[in-house]
């Protein structure tokens, strides 16, 4: 089945061509295979305010999307023998900042109807859930897929921190998540903190890996709580309560290194420590890390280290950690295995 597939949730305009195959019943698992994916990064525009305008981010979205779809489909005879292999077309509904949604949504009604094609939504965080089953990792794909379940799943975004219990690749229960800031939310506030650009989070990253990340004893919020809850924003607090106590040390390029390697330490402990507890109170035997932190190199570190010799433990590759449409298209293409589809109407608050 070839799918067009459609992301604009939030700042980065997506549009991806895969073809899957196989899944639900058959044996092994769902196999994806990129053709074409483009994604039109709009962070420098939101860089000057410091996270991302939703007016802005739709703006940007409704000029971006036939740029990247002629980039693809070219025009005339090309464009029409493209429409002719495709299947589905898929757009993401939610969660994200409504008016980017919608204008995702909106562009992927025109060309369904234009060409006459089947539309579905997709949930976003489905999306990156189902991320690590594009790479080729021997285990992942084919007939070992089922030795893997049950599993873990930790989405770590900047809207999301999620924990979830998966009997298999289409069953899973969400048994924890943050209780106010994302990870990665946390990441992008403490970098403004220390004056960084934004998104924060390959800065900071690029930032602790000279820090000594035991020069600050910063807390590690819910760390002991008998759940598998998350709360980042206390961390965040005593970050900014650090730097008003001892003012002007932000600009202490010494200090700056070792704030931002504490903080990174004191935000993998949580994650690392409410994740052994899932996957040891739950047998899991293989764990999949997804989202925009996992991209980072001391989080991959450091569950490898944790968790590596127990369980199998799955990244996605680097291009599909951050948003993108190639996700989407799994998301879709796994809920249609299961006879289930999103209507195309935006969600901004969908969850998992
Ligand atoms: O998944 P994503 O692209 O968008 C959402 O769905 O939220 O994640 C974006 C988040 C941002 O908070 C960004 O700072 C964070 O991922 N991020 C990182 C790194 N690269 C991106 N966090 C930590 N280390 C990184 N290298
Ligand atoms: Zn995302």
């Given at each position: 089945?070839?799918?067009?597939?459609?992301?604009t949730?939030?700042?980065?305009?997506?549009?991806a061509?895969?073809?899957?195959?196989?899944?639900?019943?058959?044996?092994?698992?769902?196999?994806?295979?990129?053709?074409?994916?483009?994604?039109?990064s709009?962070?420098?525009?939101?860089?000057?305010?410091?996270?991302?305008?939703?007016?802005l981010?739709?703006?940007?979205?409704?000029?971006?999307?036939?740029?990247?779809?002629?980039?693809?489909?070219?025009i005339?005879?090309?464009?029409?023998?493209?429409?002719?292999?495709?299947?589905?077309?898929?757009?993401?509904?939610?969660p994200?900042?409504?008016?980017?949604?919608?204008?995702?949504?909106?562009?992927?009604?025109?060309?369904?109807?234009?060409?006459?094609?089947p539309?579905?939504?997709?949930?976003?965080?489905?999306?990156?859930?189902y991320s690590?089953?594009?790479?080729?990792?021997?285990?992942?794909?084919?007939?070992?897929i089922?030795?893997?379940?049950?599993?873990?799943?930790?989405i770590?975004?900047?809207?999301?921190?999620?924990?979830?219990?998966?009997?298999?690749?289409?069953?899973?229960?969400?048994?924890?998540?943050?209780?106010?800031?994302?990870?990665?939310?946390?990441?992008?506030?403490?970098?403004?903190?220390?004056?960084?650009?934004?998104?924060?989070?390959?800065?900071?990253?690029k930032?602790?890996?000279?820090?000594n990340p035991?020069?600050?004893?910063?807390?590690?919020?819910?760390?002991?709580?008998?759940?598998?809850?998350?709360?980042?924003?206390?961390?965040?607090t005593?970050?900014?309560?650090?730097?008003?106590?001892?003012?002007?040390?932000?600009?202490?390029?010494?200090?700056?290194?070792?704030?931002?390697?504490?903080?990174?330490?004191?935000?993998?402990?949580?994650?690392?420590?409410?994740?052994?507890?899932?996957?040891?109170?739950?047998?899991?035997?293989?764990?999949?890390?997804?989202?925009?932190?996992?991209?980072?190199?001391?989080?991959?570190?450091?569950?490898?280290?944790?968790?590596?010799?127990?369980?199998?433990?799955?990244?996605?590759?680097?291009?599909?950690?951050?948003?993108?449409?190639?996700?989407?298209?799994?998301?879709a293409?796994?809920?249609?295995?299961?006879?289930?589809?999103?209507?195309p109407?935006?969600?901004?608050?969908?969850?998992?």
């Amino acid at each position: 089945m070839k799918i067009l597939s459609i992301e604009t949730s939030c700042d980065e305009t997506g549009i991806a061509l895969i073809e899957a195959k196989g899944g639900k019943g058959a044996a092994g698992g769902p196999r994806f295979k990129v053709e074409k994916s483009l994604v039109a990064s709009q962070i420098k525009i939101h860089r000057p305010f410091g996270g991302v305008v939703p007016n802005l981010a739709k703006r940007e979205h409704i000029k971006n999307l036939p740029l990247l779809y002629r980039k693809i489909f070219g025009i005339g005879q090309n464009e029409k023998r493209l429409w002719d292999k495709i299947d589905l077309i898929a757009v993401t509904v939610g969660p994200g900042l409504e008016p980017a949604l919608w204008a995702g949504i909106t562009f992927a009604e025109e060309l369904a109807k234009a060409n006459k094609k089947p539309l579905v939504g997709a949930n976003h965080l489905e999306g990156h859930l189902y991320s690590f089953l594009l790479r080729k990792t021997p285990g992942a794909e084919g007939s070992g897929i089922s030795k893997l379940f049950p599993a873990i799943a930790l989405i770590v975004s900047g809207g999301h921190t999620i924990l979830l219990k998966m009997d298999d690749l289409y069953e899973w229960k969400k048994i924890g998540e943050t209780r106010d800031d994302a990870v990665g939310e946390a990441y992008d506030k403490v970098a403004r903190l220390l004056g960084l650009e934004y998104p924060g989070g390959p800065e900071i990253e690029k930032l602790a890996k000279v820090g000594n990340p035991e020069a600050i004893d910063f807390p590690r919020p819910m760390i002991y709580h008998k759940n598998y809850d998350f709360s980042f924003s206390g961390l965040k607090t005593s970050v900014r309560y650090y730097l008003v106590t001892h003012p002007g040390i932000e600009k202490d390029s010494k200090a700056r290194v070792d704030i931002a390697a504490s903080f990174q330490k004191a935000a993998l402990d949580v994650l690392s420590r409410k994740t052994s507890k899932a996957i040891e109170e739950n047998n899991a035997k293989a764990l999949f890390v997804s989202g925009g932190v996992s991209i980072n190199k001391a989080l991959r570190d450091r569950f490898k280290k944790d968790f590596g010799r127990d369980v199998a433990v799955y990244f996605p590759n680097r291009e599909f950690c951050n948003d993108n449409a190639v996700m989407i298209g799994a998301a879709a293409y796994i809920k249609f295995l299961q006879g289930k589809k999103y209507r195309p109407v935006a969600q901004a608050n969908l969850n998992m």
